[in-house]
């Protein structure tokens, strides 16, 4: 069934009548119109009325003594009525549209499965034995709430500690835009014993160790010995799905981000495609997004953030790590007193722990325009995607309704609560896979109290987990947030689907081709100020691509996801936020072609 959004143009308009004032309100409400008929009436004059101009054209006059006038409806009511069917039919489009989407395969790692004590699955916030190793009855009565979804099975999960569960049920509301939650394809997370997450957890621990470092020596001219020994030993892992420039990790392609969507020619699901999106690769490693002010009307935002001071690194004690496993109340972290723009692996975690403005500050960015006589509120005027309807026109622009930056912004706090429904289902009733902190747990006993857990022996021969021993004393994962992960498991990454959604409805309504104009970067030598970037071009939508991939590496660079958490994440949001262009387009009015736009992995579609 398909839906014209022109076949019904225009709004009914309204006369206003005198009206005597009434003796009583019991003979206003008896009227011929009808008390009821009243209050429908009174319904068109709402806040939403007002601010598009209604109140405006409505004559209004009074004589002496007269306190009230009321509406009266002169005009044919099948106007009304041809609105009102409208809206039913486009209503009934995009749920019928909606259902014909088929339900992909889910395929999981297996590891709940093939490990009888749960070691390979998600189980924190439940209690745990001295070796971290989960009270199977708890674990049960969470595997049965998310089996039954019945509210009060949730109510019995058998919890260790004092922090709750994230979100468990969200993931069953019944969302009224864009597809269902399980219509949208991962591939399985990566298992437990085999050498991709050995890889992952490299990484991370020289993430770890390089927190300190700022991102000006992730430079392929650095000199600095730890990036290099990361880089030499991440090329020596064939397994490892990060970035690499001409097959190799270099410097300049260190802890940058990736895509990692499903493999369409397998009809399994199971097959993992790894991309590298464009822009992420080019340039300063952090996204111009988060070094410009935020225009804010006739305020802004600056750009400069909170972080961590060096050396604020947790879990690396096993009881502190024991306790945040059992759900316990965890250490507190020591700000920095001076804020600054992002320059270190630290400040980058940090900013994606307590995210600011990101994506909505996106927006004002790049659509409030460039004020030479105020420089710190104003943006950089992006043009508007070129299939916006009144790019040309003559007589008119978009607003809150639809085509404009408010109209986006809508859209983007609303694709946020969708892609967390979406990547919270994939949490909770699919995979529930193991976080970082928890297999850091399984190398640290290996080695200390000599368990045989499955890891593969990379992590063991590691020159991060030798070098991280040296400084930390200890074989646990270093962290950078004192809580360790929130209390839901671990793919796919939350914060990269709401990345995901968001930087896909910017490109949607974005020039991607724009050449964002006088960028720039962190000061080396004073990272309270950015001085001017020289190289490359920058585009809006390389610029979009990066802010993504920072936001959904940050939490990795706290120590909370495995990189294909991050990366699957953000395929999963681009999925949800297509599907929600699909189900707002069908209402428009406008006369309309469709959003144009590139996906992470470079294809154009046309929603």
């Known amino acids: 069934m398909s839906v014209d959004p022109n076949s019904h143009q225009g709004f009914p308009s309204i006369e206003i009548t005198k009206v005597q004032q009434p003796q009583s309100k019991k003979r206003l409400f008896n009227r011929s119109s009808g008390r009821r008929s009243f209050l429908k009436g009174a319904g068109l004059f709402t806040t939403a009325g007002v601010v598009a101009g209604v109140a405006g054209t409505i004559p209004l006059s009074l004589k002496e003594g007269e306190g009230l006038v009321q509406a009266q409806d002169v005009v044919d009511k099948s106007r009304y009525s041809r609105l009102h069917e409208k809206a039913y039919r486009v209503r009934v489009a995009a749920a019928k549209a909606n259902q014909e989407i088929p339900i992909p395969p889910h395929p999981t790692n297996g590891d709940e499965e093939r490990y009888p004590n749960k070691i390979g699955s998600d189980s924190r916030g439940l209690p745990h034995n001295k070796l971290g190793e989960v009270d199977l009855k708890a674990y049960e009565s969470l595997t049965k709430a998310v089996t039954t979804g019945n509210h009060d099975d949730f109510e019995k999960v058998i919890l260790g500690g004092t922090r709750k569960l994230v979100n468990a049920q969200g993931p069953l509301a019944i969302s009224l835009e864009g597809c269902n939650v399980v219509q949208v394809a991962v591939p399985p997370p990566v298992a437990l014993a085999t050498p991709e997450r050995a890889a992952e957890a490299i990484e991370l621990y020289w993430q770890a160790l390089l927190r300190d470092v700022p991102f000006h020596k992730l430079q392929n001219n650095t000199d600095d010995p730890l990036v290099l020994a990361a880089v030499e030993e991440l090329n020596k892992l064939s397994a490892f799905k990060g970035p690499r420039q001409n097959g190799r990790v270099t410097p300049q392609t260190l802890f940058r981000g990736s895509v990692t969507y499903v493999d369409k020619s397998d009809k399994s699901g199971i097959t993992a495609k790894h991309i590298t999106p464009s822009g992420v690769l080019v340039g300063p490693h952090i996204s111009q997004f988060v070094l410009l002010n935020i225009p804010w009307g006739v305020q802004y935002i600056p750009p400069v953030i909170r972080t961590a001071l060096p050396g604020n690194d947790f879990l690396t004690d096993y009881e502190e790590w024991l306790n945040v496993q059992n759900g316990g109340t965890p250490k507190s972290i020591k700000y920095d007193p001076v804020r600054r723009y992002i320059s270190t692996i630290r400040d980058l975690s940090e900013y994606s722990h307590a995210p600011g403005a990101s994506f909505f500050g996106a927006s004002l960015i790049l659509g409030t325009a460039r004020n030479a006589n105020d420089p710190f509120s104003g943006g950089i005027g992006a043009p508007l995607n070129s299939g916006n309807p009144f790019v040309k026109s003559k007589t008119q622009q978009g607003g809150n309704g639809s085509f404009a930056v408010g109209h986006l912004q809508a859209l983007l706090n609303l694709g946020i609560s969708r892609a967390i429904r979406a990547s919270y289902w994939q949490k ?75 930087a896909t409805l910017l490109k949607a309504y974005f020039d991607e081709d724009f050449v964002i104009p006088n960028p720039v970067v962190p000061d080396p030598n004073d990272p309270t100020k950015v001085i001017p970037y020289t190289g490359e071009p920058l585009t809006v939508g390389g610029e979009l691509n990066k802010l993504a991939t920072n936001y959904a590496l940050g939490r990795g660079h706290g120590g909370i996801h495995w990189r294909t958490d991050g990366s699957a994440g953000l395929a999963l949001g681009e999925e949800i936020a297509i599907s929600i262009l699909k189900d707002e387009r069908l209402g428009y009015n406008e006369k309309f072609d469709g959003f144009t736009f590139t996906k992470f992995d470079g294809t154009k579609v046309t929603v």
């Open 428 to 502: 909770f009733y699919v995979h529930r896979t193991l976080r970082p902190e928890a297999y850091g747990g399984l190398v640290h006993n290996n080695i200390v109290n000599k368990t045989q857990y499955p890891v593969h022996k990379d992590i063991l021969n590691s020159k991060a987990l030798a070098q991280s021993f040296s400084k930390f004393g200890s074989y646990l994962l270093p962290h950078g947030y004192p809580e360790g992960s929130p209390i839901h498991s671990s793919y796919v990454g939350g914060a990269a689907s709401i990345a995901g959604v968001s």
